[in-house]
């Protein structure tokens, strides 16, 4: 299924910590807008697969063969020698394997898509492990130290999201983010307020339902 074609609920092929392949629940999108133009990163590999993201979003890289030194960085800072992760659909393998980057090109793609599971924050994107997460509050401030945890903090950042999606479910949720045009912006004091706000007057009316 295309990213474009994503919507809550669906479930999408991840990665957990370990190098495990599982399905997890969409529950939320940083961004859905099928007709933004962009500047993307074209991450292209030595078995002829290609991963396109703009140049803030992080991707698990390494150095080496081994997946237990994969750590996350930028796609923007990737260099050519590195590795990083496939696992191309129909294969019976269970776990990833390496890939050397060999060329790096700067290109323009219509369409922004940020899709945030409930499970492992690793999913699969045409065959390449990608990370769901992209720069956000702390990458302008945090020191380059700190870019592999990154992801994680912003994992926690996003649990209000996840157990706001768990009590009310995927279509309550959809309609949600319609009504308040919800994105990372929500997670600011103000986004906050009016992500609460329709949540306390559904439930004081009794109008909850799980769906």
């Known amino acids: 299924m295309p990213i474009s074609s994503l919507r809550r609920g669906d479930q999408v092929l991840t990665i957990d910590g370990k190098g495990r392949r599982k399905f997890s629940e969409v529950f939320f999108f940083g961004h ?5 133009v962009a500047p993307f990163k074209r991450l292209c590999l030595e078995g002829g ?5 703009t140049a803030g979003h992080y991707v698990p890289v390494s150095d080496t063969l081994s997946w237990k030194d994969a ?16 696992l191309p659909e129909g294969t019976s393998n269970n776990e990833p394997w390496p890939s050397r980057v060999i060329a790096l090109k700067d290109c ?10 409930l499970g492992a924050s690793t999913i699969v994107v045409d065959g390449v492990l990608a990370s769901v997460h992209s720069d956000w ?7 380059s130290f ?8 912003y994992d926690v950042c996003l649990s209000p999201g996840r157990l706001v ?14 009504e308040v ?17 329709p949540i306390r007057i559904k439930l004081s009316g009794n109008e909850w339902k799980k769906t």
């Open 32 to 36: 859905r807008d099928h007709d933004k």
């Open 108 to 117: 323009e793609c219509v369409g922004l898509f940020n899709p945030y599971t």
């Open 165 to 178: 999606y768990r009590l009310m479910g995927p279509v309550w949720a959809e309609t949600l983010q319609d």
């Open 71 to 86: 750590k996350f960085a930028r796609a923007g800072e990737v260099v050519e020698g590195q590795y990083v992760w496939v």
């Open 146 to 153: 700190m870019t592999r945890y990154i992801p994680a903090i």
């Open 181 to 197: 045009a919800l994105d990372k912006a929500a997670y600011g004091e103000t986004g906050l307020r009016a992500l609460v706000q």
């Open 137 to 143: 509050f702390l990458d302008a401030i945090a020191p």
């Open 49 to 53: 697969d290609c991963l396109r993201l």
